[in-house]
């Protein structure tokens, strides 16, 4: 049970996920769904949804596939939808492998030039997608992307819808939960945890806090705007309501990020005064040669 997408984007590719494993009627608890092997050949990432210990034997096989492909791509497609189709005769018939997807980012280029695709595995296929949806949530995510997402949308626009797509499913959904994960992969070959800048962003937890209080506070908005007997005063008061939110909502960011810069300037003038002390305490005239 999870909801794990990915989206290739303008610049990239975004892998995102919850983090609750479930293991029905017994346990819930939390754990990564989202692993990252950048120093391997092609820099395979992986999204997984379902049973975990299948799911990461059928990573690993799949690494195995890519390590022994060489550097041609179409070799290491061939041989990836090769080791799947193995994968789904030998295991067909068994629940676990029913219910378990996979959601596989590989670059191809060399150096810092390349291109991020995305790829869907799953009953023995491996297809290219430009976004996939894996898991219990797939259908809410699958909704709210197919009106959010854009594929010229920058991979920090995406992680930002994916933050969204997360929340609602963690709130609607079963088996989703815990914290949510999202990575960025470029196309320039490097990659990064969002949110990376605490200047720019919040954590996740505080972006799907916000957007949840956001969507509630349009209620009003909504059945006002869908009765035509509503007063006009009654809908521009909403907005207002509404207005001042988004504002207030952001003047806390605001007051955020001056706090995180004035801690930044106050660490860095800390380190100034350490430095002319040490300088002070090397200097001929205490002594010191």
Known sequence: MTLAAGFRCDDGVVLCADTEIT??????FPGSKIKSYQKLNFRPAFALAGNVNFCAMVIQ???????GAGDSAKAVIQALEEEALVIHRTYAGE??????????????????QGRRQLFEV????????????IGAGQIMA??????????????EQTAL???????????????????????????????????SDPIRHASLQEIEQDYLRLKRALRPILLLHGDASARLNAIQEALD???????GISEQRGERIQRLIDAEIERQQE???????????????NGEI
């Open 23 to 28: 293991m029905p009627g017994l346990i819930k």
């Open 241 to 247: 309501s509404f207005g001042k939110l988004v504002i």
């Open 161 to 195: 819808m994916a933050a969204y797509i997360l929340a609602e499913a963690k709130l609607y959904g079963y088996g989703v939960g815990k914290d949510s994960q999202i990575l960025l992969l470029y196309d320039r070959g490097n990659w990064n945890i969002f949110p």
């Open 271 to 285: 380190e100034w005064r350490e430095e002319d002390h040490s300088e002070e305490g090397l200097s001929p005239a």
């Open 122 to 133: 799953e009953d023995g296929l491996v297809s290219p997608v430009t976004e996939g949806f």
């Open 61 to 67: 096989k799949l690494l195995t596939r890519i390590s």
């Open 95 to 112: 629940t676990y492998e029913a219910e378990s997807s996979l959601l596989m980012c590989l670059f191809f280029g060399r150096g810092n």
């Open 142 to 155: 699958r909704t709210m992307g197919a009106e959010l997402f854009r594929a010229d949308m920058t991979v």
